[in-house]
């Protein structure tokens, strides 16, 4: 078929010439063969980002080489077990929270009590500073805001010469969050792309249509929906105790961590209604990632554990973390009721 433009006769490329990915085809409603449960927007997204479309940006997300190595993982574990997929998913996730992100966590929790146990040190250098900046500020005739600033240049030059010394700068504590983050936007791509069949056949089988019968529970057909909700609202849960837990072992917090506090609840109840309009297989894998990460939570507050990773004394541990924080979980939510 010839198309005009510009006065000449061009005849339109291939799409496979113009980059467009062209997904397999969804199963249909005949013969028996099930209507995908997803809503129309979850499957027409992956295959109406074309070239040059405002969607162009997701087509290379869920093609790039990091998302790929997920679905690898993902293909690669379900092969080696032969478990079905909603424990492949599950197993998937706590080996990679169990390998990556305890030892990550716990070398922030390592950088954290070597920057705590520096606070009595930068508060003698403070008022030390202060003392020596007032006087001179006396001498020399310097306004208040020309020795405000002195004192800010020194107090940070002198704790960034802490930092180096004892190799514990805070931005090493953030380390995780570069990595973890990442892995789970990864991870859910490639659970979507297995969902919506925009992606891997395995052994002739299309991984959509063996997600839709390897589920359980209420959850049979994990390219679906959850109708019950069950599975969304306890994501939500979930991640709300870790931002409790979090906000209970933290005694006078600065007006900035208290807007985190507010702000990480709010996303955490906003992921109740995103997780109901995803595939299951994706809030499986969201639930197992939630849970690994509140039990991740609760054995760093271990005194054995953390001695096992060597994470330095502070003032702030206590001998019994979970008799503590049951006391003040009771306090802040049961007590008052």
């Known amino acids: 078929m010839l198309c005009r433009l510009g006065g000449r006769w061009l005849r339109p490329l291939p799409a496979l010439q113009l980059g ?186 299309s991984v959509q249509e063996q997600l839709a019968n390897d589920g359980i529970l209420w959850f049979h057909d994990l390219t679906a929906l959850d109708s019950t909700w069950i599975l969304p609202i306890s994501v939500g849960v979930i991640n709300l105790l870790i931002v409790e837990i979090f906000a209970l072992q933290k005694t006078g917090m600065s007006r900035f961590q208290t807007y985190i506090t507010y702000f990480v609840r709010a996303v955490s109840v906003l992921m109740i209604p995103v997780a109901a309009t995803v595939p299951s297989s994706i809030v499986l894998y969201w639930l197992c990632s939630s849970f690994m990460g509140l039990s991740q939570n609760l054995l760093l507050r271990s005194p054995r554990f953390r001695r096992l990773c060597r994470i330095p004394l502070t003032k702030s541990d206590s001998d019994t973390p979970y008799k503590d924080l049951f006391a003040a979980f009771y306090a802040k939510f049961i007590s008052r009721t």
């Not at 927007?41 to 790929?68: D, F, I, N, R």
């Not at 006396?138 to 800010?152: D, E, F, I």
């Not at 791509?189 to 992606?199: P, Q, Y």
């Open 20 to 205: 467009v990915r062209v997904p397999p085809l969804a199963p249909t409603s005949t013969g028996g063969i099930k209507h995908s449960a997803l809503p129309a927007w979850a499957v027409a997204s992956v295959s109406a980002v074309g070239s040059g479309g405002p969607g162009s940006w997701y087509e290379a997300l869920a093609t790039s080489a990091p998302v790929q190595g997920a679905e690898e993982v993902l293909l690669g574990v379900h092969t080696a077990t032969g478990l079905p997929w909603w424990a492949c998913i599950g197993l998937t996730t706590v080996a990679l929270r169990g390998a990556v992100t305890l030892p990550l966590a716990a070398y922030q929790h390592y950088i954290l009590a070597k920057v705590e146990n520096l606070q009595p040190e930068i508060k003698n250098i403070a008022r030390h500073l202060n003392q020596e900046i007032a006087v001179r500020a006396n001498q020399l005739k310097w306004s208040k805001r020309a020795a405000r600033l002195t004192y800010l240049k020194n107090m940070r030059r002198l704790v960034s010469e802490l930092y180096v010394r004892d190799n514990c700068h805070p931005f090493k504590a953030t380390v995780l969050v570069w990595i973890q983050f990442p892995m789970w936007i990864f991870m859910s791509i490639a659970l979507r792309n297995f969902s919506t069949g925009a992606t891997h056949s395995e052994a002739g089988f």
